[in-house]
């Protein structure tokens, strides 16, 4: 199958997936998955997406408040300012990024799943 891309778009997928090492076929595919799966949960599966939704972000309200702790602790154990800057775009990505709600939600859906079993 041939797909048109613009140039800027195509070198984007050729950057991606030489960093991960796999074709650009696969980002692609990786990429149209994880957006496929996104809106099949949004369309069937709102009221459990809601849920998740709901309790992950008061999981996330309880970790900000100890945010100043968290980077505290990992002052004490790397005093490299690069090491905190990661854990603070990593707390801004844990919060915005749909992909990894996405991600993180078919975890939680997983887990709801295991727990109706026993």
């Known amino acids: 199958m041939l797909i048109e891309v613009s ?3 195509g070198n984007d997928i050729k950057r991606l997936a030489e960093a991960a090492n796999i074709t650009p076929g696969e980002v692609i595919e990786s990429s149209f998955k994880n957006s496929y ?4 949960d949004l369309l069937h599966g709102k009221n459990h997406f809601s849920d998740f ?3 992950y972000l008061s999981a996330l309200s309880s970790l ?3 945010k100043s702790e968290m ?3 990992i002052k004490k154990r ?3 300012d690069a090491i905190q800057h990661v854990f603070k775009e990593l707390f801004r990505l844990a919060s915005e990024d ?3 709600l996405n991600k993180l939600f078919q975890v939680y859906k997983q887990s709801d799943d295991i727990s109706s079993l026993l």
Do not use: A, W
């Open 37 to 40: 799966f996104l809106k099949e």
């Open 78 to 80: 790397d005093e490299s």
């Open 64 to 66: 900000d408040n100890l």
């Open 98 to 100: 749909i992909t990894l």
């Open 53 to 55: 939704i709901e309790e």
């Open 71 to 73: 980077l505290l602790v």
């Open 7 to 9: 140039d800027s778009f």
